[in-house]
């Protein structure tokens, strides 16, 4: 079974694949661009990971340092 025939038998999965990576996508770019972690913003939005990258963005690198007074 070859890919273009996965894919006719189970079109639903796409769409499926699709609902989960965009809401974490949009997060991911969200904090980037807020945090102003350019590379970071362009590495979400060029590399397709399943939301692999994006999640670990979120949990890992996109928490703000505390300031030193």
């Known amino acids: 079974m070859g890919l273009e025939q996965f894919l006719i038998d189970y079109p639903w999965?796409?769409?499926l694949l699709g609902l989960w990576t965009l809401p974490w996508k949009g997060?991911?770019?969200?904090?980037a661009a807020r945090n102003t972690h350019k590379w970071w913003f362009i590495a979400l939005l060029v590399?397709?990971?399943l939301a692999v990258l994006e999640i670990i963005y979120i949990f890992i690198f996109s928490r703000r340092q505390k300031e030193q007074l």
């Open 13 to 15: 999965l796409l769409l």
């Open 27 to 31: 997060v991911a770019l969200w904090k």
């Open 47 to 49: 590399i397709n990971t």
